[in-house]
């Protein structure tokens, strides 16, 4: 056991574990209307008011949001189940698997509502 490549390990952790935290910082500003939003955002991190609230989670995309994350957290699930270079046994393997991947696609995808990030620029 090398103390070195263990140290080495954990400092590459919290080095990218720093980055990633700036990174999402940054996109606070980013993603905000204004300074003033952006602000507000980050108070409302640093209250640490992390409660469960199901309300909440449901209330901006409809009474579905909650089921449809752990629709989508049992297809990502799913997806370790996959062969690894997607050379499967026989044709109807890739007609199913390429079937299932256009309607999760219609399901799940956007419906023409979203916006296009770099329009508020």
Known sequence: MNLNKENSKLHNIINILFVYTLVTFAWIFFRSDS???AFNFI???LEFDFGFNLVQICAEKGPLNLLLSFFVIGLLFMTYLLPFDFKFKNKW???IFN???LIIIILIGVNGKGEFI????
């Open 99 to 101: 079937l299932s991947f």
């Open 93 to 95: 393997s890739y007609f």
């Open 43 to 45: 108070h409302k991190i």
């Open 35 to 37: 300074l003033h939003d």
């Open 118 to 121: 770099y329009f508020q620029f």
